[in-house]
Structures are given as C-alpha cells and as structure tokens.
C-alpha cells in the first residue's frame, strides 16, 4: 500500500506539474490594435470613452462614435468633425504649441490656437500677419503659380516665391503686363469702377477700347515708362506727347461734355495730331492707366468765350490741372516763353498765370 501511496503522489505532482507549465492568458492593459482602430484596455476589460478629442496616458486622442475605438490612422491627417486633426505614429493627435505653422511630410499646415485642430477643413484663404495664404480643402498652403490669379473666385496678385498672397496697400497696383486695383481686403477688383478707373473682368485695367488701350501702351512704351511713379511717368507721357504731337483744327464739343474722349484720343494717336480735345483726352488715357484719377474737361481758357479742353486730376487729396497742348501751342503758335503746365494748382483763381473757366 505504502508503494501505491508514493506511485499516487508522485502522479499528483506530475499532475500538477504540467498544469502550473500552461501559460495564462495575458491581462491587457493600454492600446491594443484592432483592424483600423486602436482599444483601449484596463484589466482585460475595454474602457469607454465620450466621443471627440480625449486624453488617454497624458496624450490627445480622438474617440470614435462608437466610444470605444479610437482613430488608428497612421498618415498624417484626417478630417473630423469639420476640421483637419493630425496623428503621430501611435495615433495620438499631433499638439502643436501655440499657433503657427506646421511643415509635415505632405505639405505646409497652418496650427490654429488649439494646438492640435488645424484650419477649418475648406478652401480659404487666410491673412495670417501680414500676407495672405491659400489654403486647399485638406488645410494645405496652397503651391500658387506668380502673377495675378483666380483663387476661389477671387483675383489676387502672387509674387514669385509662389506661397503667400501679396497684399499690397489699398489702391493702384502697377504691375508688368498692367494697372490693377488692391481691395482693403487683399483682392483685385474685377469687372469693377473705382473712381475713374475701370477694371475688366481679368482685373486689369481698360479704357473699354482694346484699340485705345494698345494706343496707349504704345506710347507708355515710346515715352520710356518705367513703371514705379505714377507721377514721374505720366510727366514722361505728357512730354512726349507735347514735343512729339502736332495740332490740327478739329471740331469742337459743349463745355461740360465728355463723351467725345474715346474717339477724341484714338484719332490722336492715330494721326499724330488734333485739337485741345484730342490733346487732354490723350493726357487722360494716359494718367488713368498709371492709376491717376484724371478726367477731362471741355469749358474756356483765357476767356469765357474761348473753347477749351485740358485734364484734371485728383492726387493726394489734391486737384491738379494739366494742359499739354496750352504749353505746345505758346512754343509753337506763339513763339512765347514756355510754360509748364503739368500738375499745376489753382492759386488767385489762376493756374500758373492762366484763366480757366469750368462749365
């Protein structure tokens, strides 16, 4: 019997033995993976959370519907809930600290406050300092080509690095291939009037004669223009006109009327010659294109019954007269001294010695 008992226990032991040689299945605790999503364990048991962007271990995280599964997504972004959230390897949301941009491995991103929610999820553009940047639906800096471009249904002036959006002060804008309009807000105006000045629907500035317009950037060309004062070039077109033109008897028009600038001008530049009228209208086109508001004006010069045109113009808040054809005609009609006679003021109800009499 002794035998049968130490046969037994050692059988037990043997037993035993075997059973505490099984592996227990492992307790899981923190992130595990499942398919698309990341589970959050405590103790074997999945833990629910609210749904949206939630702290788990220190770290943002953002929380399925369901409350359970959390975003897996290992690129670098996805949109939720309207905004654009950007994860890290481990599918934690990528905190930015403070606002700013982000530069990740698919392009340039722009941080809002909340460190982690990147801009709103649309095409916009955003004036983030002092330039304005193109945003795509995905929140990326838009790679824009130079020059001025249609973005979102807006025109907008791109200088050469092709990233941010100039934002040139309020006004005029001279550029290369034409005169454009800033808005305040950063935009060009486009199939628009801003005081004399007309702007097509490519925001480019126009008469609304093509054969005027390329008139008139024939003699910006001949005149030398350069491009950076408005002033100092349309002193440079005033005098090429004044030595290089030639007067011609022509018909005259009622002291008040302007409707006759267009047609005045294109016969001008067409023949080289005209009367007052061609002469102020051809000064105006001119100053109009390099972003001056001029406008013409068909009254008496010396006295109330002598007809006469010549151009105005408000500058600096200030308005100027100017009379090409006056100074022409005292060189060449009247053998007299010259007389300059750009860009004078109304001083003694006279400008510079001259009686003008406005309609």
């Known amino acids: 019997m002794k035998k049968y008992a130490i046969l037994f226990l050692l059988l037990f032991v043997l037993l035993n033995g075997c059973t505490s040689c099984k592996e227990a299945p492992a307790v899981r605790n923190g992130f595990v993976s499942d398919g698309d999503s990341l589970i959050y364990y405590r103790n074997d048991a999945p833990v629910r959370f609210s749904p949206g962007i939630q702290t788990i271990d220190g770290k943002a995280y953002y929380v399925e519907a369901d409350g359970v599964g959390i ?28 606002e700013g941009f982000v530069s990740l491995e698919d392009g340039l ?34 790679a824009l080509s130079a020059g001025v471009q249609d973005i979102f249904g807006s025109l907008y002036y791109v200088p050469e690095d092709g ?30 009037e801003v005081g004399y000045l007309c702007f097509g629907a490519d925001g480019r500035y126009t008469s609304g004669s093509e054969t005027l317009d390329a008139q008139v950037e024939a003699l910006l060309t001949q005149a030398q223009v350069g491009g950076n004062d408005p002033i ?17 008897s022509m018909a005259h028009y009622p002291a008040g009327s302007t409707d006759w600038a267009q047609s005045s001008a294109e016969v001008f530049f067409r023949n080289g010659k005209g009367n ?17 508001q001029a ?34 005609a005292l060189i060449n009609i009247y053998g007299s001294e010259p007389v300059d006679m750009f860009m004078t003021a109304q001083v003694g109800g006279l400008f510079n010695g001259f009686s003008y009499y406005f309609p």
């Open 71 to 98: 975003c897996g997504l290992t690129s670098c972004c996805a949109k939720k809930d309207g905004q654009l959230l950007c994860f890290k390897e481990d599918s934690s949301l990528l905190r930015v600290s403070g």
């Open 109 to 142: 991103y722009y941080a809002q406050e909340e460190g982690y929610a990147l801009c709103t999820a649309r095409e916009q553009v955003l004036l983030i300092g002092d330039a304005l940047f193109a945003f795509d639906a995905g929140c990326r800096v838009m």
């Open 232 to 248: 100092k070039d349309f002193r440079l077109c005033y005098a090429y006109i004044r030595d290089n033109f030639r007067y011609l």
């Open 295 to 328: 406008y013409c004006v068909a009254g008496w010069e010396d006295k109330n019954t002598n007809d006469h045109a010549w151009v105005m113009a408000e500058i600096d808040g200030e308005t100027y007269l100017f009379d090409a054809e006056l100074e022409y």
């Open 276 to 292: 007052c009228y061609c002469w102020a209208a051809a000064q105006m086109y001119c100053a109009r294109r390099l972003g001056i």
């Open 163 to 192: 990233a941010a959006i100039d934002r040139p002060p309020e006004g005029p804008l001279l550029l290369e291939d034409g005169l454009y309009y800033a808005n305040a807000d950063g935009t060009l105006a486009a199939n628009a």
